[in-house]
């Protein structure tokens, strides 16, 4: 068999293929036999519209044949309407048989394109010759006949008004939908008219257009159709090679989009009379955009000019009372981008953050607010002693006078504690509110993304000859739009699932005693901090043990292994490429075609599905997903001294552990759970640290991740606790960082890496496996035993840092850096230092600073502090030492015995 090679764009060919889908539902559903034997004509010219799609989607795909033997098939309808004719048996079935082989098309991968051409393009040639010949010999007849010419007289404008009959709240989606694509296309234009050899700037315009086409079909507004279907075709012939667009064609392109935009924001009140009053120049438009086609050039003066909206809606604004002005304006609402709005929610986490600032703030008062009532006790004590021996009345009053001024300093200092701690209260609860309504202004009922749900499962039930009832519950549950948008798919591929394969047929129903109509539940809820999505039907189930012996069959396990599988296991090979149940390809798929991408995107969206079914009773698959994509629970932990936080979701359990629990099997450490030996690895390995763990504790923290098919035990530093961290996203410039999905900022300010816990998995699996796994006991280290001194080194010059730390580290010194004042007062606040050696001049906050700061902490103030700074007047080395530090070098006289001879005079030598 001769093999075929098609380049066809993944993406594109997704897309292609859930627009096709849509169309090819249908036409299956409009050509059976008892619609075709009394043709309805808004039937007809409802498929000769969805056979309008699929050519279109094809040619944006470059799948010829689909596009050839569609347009085949369109021509045969419209030839039915205008002749009000019917189909003969044999043309009939050639346009079904064409139906389902698109739609075999639409379930079949993109890596599968090769094998698909090969067995059907005889086929589809074969059909498309067929209704070339029934073409044909109609027109042979027709022209045979003869009859008057059918003149359509020209309609008077009033006329378009009666026949325009759009759903307003259709009508409002797609004047959004429009705006957005009219953008894209004025944009994309005149970027091609300055640069006509770009080619990359064709597929926007294509998507564009074909997006409005679309759309305007949806809700049959043929005037949209037209001039997009007209567009399309353009930009289709360009990408091509048969035509260039000149600045005349983009002239004309520009004026068909200007007439497009003003449809989209004219009020569906006016709508109507705007169309008949611009008829004229909606027809010529179209007439253009053939010519623009098919390469004639078009002079755009000679278009008739449109009437704006401005003119259009005067006199209607003039009518509007200034009471109905307000109550549209109270109404009003604005689109803001998603991206955009995550931005505000990471500003919103960052307000949040600074204000535990306050909280640190209201510590120090305190600690100064205890300083100083200790000074004014000492005071008092001090009066007490003077007054029991004879003293001067001079320094009697100065003692007085002192007593007095103590005493009114420590009130004023309860004045502004009182008062800090007020503020701190305020500016959390508006904090609070801000982030909660941000998260809420992402928050989309679970009933917008289920809109076309009952639609779907009325045709294809219809199709499928069965009495299925759906039942959408948690319609007004909340959910975050990325994620509603993201799921629409996957729950779509469910339930044509469930209905194709799981739902009896009602004679078969019957005779199992089950109603005769099925019923598929989609309940939306929050459980446990997460969103779960259950899909249950009440059909046949999955039989395991034919499960079991399709998955030998197709050598994906032995037959030993299938037995030691549980039920979720063996479920879970639905969910494979390509895997289905099905021995036959129908029109919908059986359950498992489709399944891969439910499972890929519920990936995508960290989240977890669990499957359970019973023989004869029905079918359960739950989507266990984050309430938002923007802010996630986890447990935040400390790893060679950097934060990384797990997924709540994806933890099993935490506990200590003993080294005494620990055991080895084939060189590998263990430890029991749940009476399973499960793996035990030190994170830091995993996350590619070589450092040894220090641990004040003999006893380890253990986290244990779990897998459907796996569990992990992983050794962390420490455990900070439970926090909801807003994510960020990494820049895509950095590509996928390996063990790692986000980043966030801590409660406390610090940045924080979350981990991505299925590539841990991946990265666990290769350790082991490549016997790289280190071993865990060996890494424990006491108090006691660490004998090497901690400097920590603070300095904005990269150069600087990394000198001094190379210096230090080669005598012994175990080195951590910060890379300004800020952030070394978060790190030596997290960590024991023998030693600070600080800049003066950073940014965020200064070394005087920073040294005022230590040094008024009581857990802090005796780590010696050294300053090296290029400053080197005597000014600068006092403000320094009165700061509190310990010593002062200049960066001028810097040299490597200069530091590390400081050094040792303030903490001796690395190793005591």
């Not at 009003?332 to 909280?359: D, P, Y």
């Not at 900070?720 to 961290?725: K, N, V, W």
């Amino acid at each position: 068999m001769s093999t075929t090679t098609h380049n066809i764009d993944a993406s594109m060919y997704s897309l292609y293929t859930g627009d096709s889908t849509n169309n090819c539902i249908i036409l299956s559903g409009i050509f059976n036999q008892n619609k075709i034997t009394t043709p309805n004509e808004a039937d007809l010219d409802k498929a000769a519209r969805a056979c309008e799609a699929i050519i279109s989607g094809a040619k944006l795909c470059n799948i010829p044949l689909v596009a050839e033997i569609s347009r085949a098939i369109e021509k045969v309808i419209r030839l039915l309407i205008t002749e009000s004719r019917l189909l003969d048996d044999d043309t009939y079935i050639v346009i079904t048989n064409s139906v389902l082989i698109i739609s075999n098309l639409n379930e079949t991968p993109h890596d599968d394109l090769d094998d698909w051409y090969n067995n059907k393009t005889r086929a589809i040639k074969n059909n498309i010759q067929h209704l070339d010949n029934f073409l044909k010999s109609e027109c042979i007849t027709a022209n045979n006949t003869e009859q008057e010419p059918d003149i359509e007289p020209p309609s008077p404008p009033g006329e378009i008004i009666n026949e325009l009959q759009l759903d307003e709240s259709m009508l409002e989606l797609f004047s959004i939908e429009a705006e957005s694509q009219t953008q894209i296309i004025n944009e994309k234009l005149l970027e091609l008219e300055n640069d006509p050899n770009n080619d990359n700037l064709l597929e926007p315009l294509m998507r564009a257009s074909h997006s409005l086409k679309g759309a305007a079909r949806m809700i049959g507004f043929d005037h949209v159709v037209e001039i997009a279907h007209g567009m399309e075709d353009g930009f289709v012939n360009c990408q091509k090679g048969t035509l260039s667009l000149d600045k005349e064609s983009i002239d004309i392109m520009l004026y068909c989009n200007d007439i497009l935009a003003t449809i989209s924001s004219t009020p569906s009140t006016d709508l109507p009379t705007w169309i008949a009053t611009n008829n004229k120049a909606i027809k010529e438009s179209v007439a253009a955009l053939a010519e623009i086609a098919a390469g004639h050039s078009v002079d755009v003066s000679t278009l008739p000019k449109l009437n704006t909206n401005e003119d259009q809606h005067q006199n209607t604004t003039n009518n509007i009372t200034a009471d109905n002005a307000a109550t549209d304006s109270s109404d009003g609402a604005i689109r803001i981008q998603s991206n955009r709005l995550n931005k505000i929610m990471g500003i919103s986490n960052e307000i949040l953050v600074s204000h535990n600032w306050v909280q640190g703030h209201l510590e120090s008062l305190q600690h100064i607010k205890k300083r100083q009532t200790e000074l004014a006790l000492i005071m008092e004590n001090l009066k007490h002693e003077l007054e029991q021996v004879e003293i001067p009345d001079k320094h009697y009053s100065l003692l007085l006078d002192a007593t007095q001024k103590a005493e009114k300093c420590r009130l004023n200092l309860i004045d502004q504690i009182t008062a800090t701690d007020e503020f701190d209260r305020r500016s959390y609860i508006l904090s609070s509110k801000l982030n909660h309504e941000v998260i809420a202004s992402k928050m989309r009922p679970f009933r917008e993304g289920s809109h076309g749900f009952q639609r779907m499962v009325r045709d294809i039930s219809h199709d499928l000859g069965k009495k299925i009832h759906l039942d959408l519950v948690g319609l007004d549950t909340l959910i975050d739009s990325d994620i509603l948008e993201k799921i629409e798919a996957p729950l779509t591929h469910l339930i044509r699932n469930a209905m194709d394969h799981g739902i009896e047929t009602p004679e078969v129903r019957l005779n199992n005693n089950k109603p005769e109509s099925g019923n598929i539940t989609v309940h939306a809820y929050h459980h446990s901090g997460s969103l779960i999505v259950s899909i249950v039907d009440d059909g046949k189930g999955v039989d395991l043990k034919i499960l079991k012996q399709k998955i030998i069959a197709k050598n994906q396990i032995t037959e030993d292994m299938a037995d030691k599988l549980s039920e979720s296991e063996i479920l879970d090979f639905l969910f494979l490429p390509g895997f289905s149940t099905r021995d036959d390809i129908t029109e919908y798929s059986g359950r498992g075609v489709g399944l891969d991408v439910v499972h890929s995107v519920v990936s995508e969206l960290r989240g977890q599905i669990r499957c359970k079914s019973k023989l004869n009773q029905g079918m359960s698959i739950e989507l266990q997903l984050p309430l938002t994509l923007s802010v996630m629970r986890t447990l935040l932990t400390e790893v060679a001294g950097e934060y990384y936080a797990f997924p709540l979701a994806r933890i099993n359990t935490v506990q200590k552990i003993s080294p005494d629990d620990i055991f080895t099997i084939e060189n590998k450490q263990h430890i029991k759970f749940n009476n399973q030996d499960i793996s035990l690895i030190e994170s830091a390995q995993v996350l590619g640290y070589n450092k040894q763990r220090n641990s004040e504790s003999p006893l380890l923290n253990v986290i244990i991740l779990s897998s459907p098919k796996d569990n992990f035990a992983l050794v962390v530093d420490n455990i900070i606790g439970r926090q909801e961290l807003a994510l960020r996203k990494i820049d895509s410039r950095l590509g996928k960082i390996k063990d790692i999905n986000a980043a966030a900022i801590s409660d406390d300010g610090l940045p924080v890496l979350i981990l991505d816990v299925d590539d841990m998995f991946i990265s666990i699996s290769e350790l082991i496996h490549s016997n790289q796994l280190g071993g865990i006991s060996n890494n424990i280290t006491s108090n006691s035993q660490q004998t090497c001194k901690q400097i920590l080194v603070i300095d904005d010059s990269l150069t600087v840092r990394e000198v001094e730390k190379k210096l230090l580290e080669s005598k012994g010194y175990e080195v951590d850096i910060a890379v300004d004042g800020a952030d070394g007062w978060n790190t030596v606040r997290n960590k024991q230092y023998d030693l600070i050696i600080s800049d003066i001049d950073m940014p965020r906050m200064n070394g005087i600073e920073l040294v005022k700061l230590i040094k008024q902490d009581a857990s802090l103030n005796s780590i010696p502090i050294m300053i090296v700074s290029y400053k080197d007047n005597p000014e600068d080395r006092k403000n320094g030492l009165e700061a509190g530090a310990d010593y002062y070098l200049t960066k001028g006289s810097f040299h490597d015995e200069s530091l590390i001879d400081a050094v040792i005079d303030l903490i001796g030598e690395a190793q005591e």
